[in-house]
């Protein structure tokens, strides 16, 4: 139930050409307190319901957990959520023996391209493709939990 990941900007388009997998993700947050958010989300035609807790100093590992339920349940929970529903489309990514996931976000979050890595240790070497730009893992501004509280429209 441990979380090891690593979030980099992207800075350009290219990953979509080696995209494996497309995903529409619509997700909400019934609690964003900075010990632990909890995540609503609908994934293509799946519901999720994710607990995180908070990132170790480094900003790459921390608790999760998470379980699918009926998206019929996901729709009503959403209704519910704090201000700030994230909306994006999650390309799935092979690079060497990982899988970059690359969310580009819609909505309030537009313009906004962010590449997550999940690793097996916090010292795990893997390979970065050409379109991985400047690293932002442990910056708490892209952590989507913030984004649904400061979306990026706001940051210019």
């Known amino acids: 139930m441990q979380e090891i990941e690593r979030k980099f900007l992207v800075q350009d388009d290219s990953y979509k050409r080696e995209s494996f997998s497309k995903k529409r ?3 909400g947050f019934l609690n964003t307190h900075k010990e632990r958010t909890v995540r609503v989300r609908i994934k293509g035609l799946k519901g999720f319901l994710t607990i995180k807790g908070k990132s170790n100093k480094a900003g790459t590992t921390r608790f999760e957990w998470e379980k699918e339920i009926p998206v019929v349940e996901a729709e009503a929970l959403l209704k519910i959520c704090e201000d700030g529903v994230i909306e994006k489309t999650r390309h799935e990514i092979n690079v060497g023996k990982h899988i970059f996931e690359v969310d580009e976000f819609f ?3 537009h313009g906004l391209t962010i590449a997550e890595i999940e ?3 916090e010292n ?6 050409k379109w991985l730009g400047k690293e932002v893992t442990g910056s708490i501004k892209y952590y989507n939990s913030q984004l649904s509280i400061n979306p990026f429209k706001n940051w210019k």
């Open 107 to 109: 909505g309030n979050n």
């Open 25 to 27: 993700i619509i997700q």
């Open 119 to 121: 690793l097996t240790a």
């Open 124 to 129: 795990e070497i893997f390979k970065k493709p």
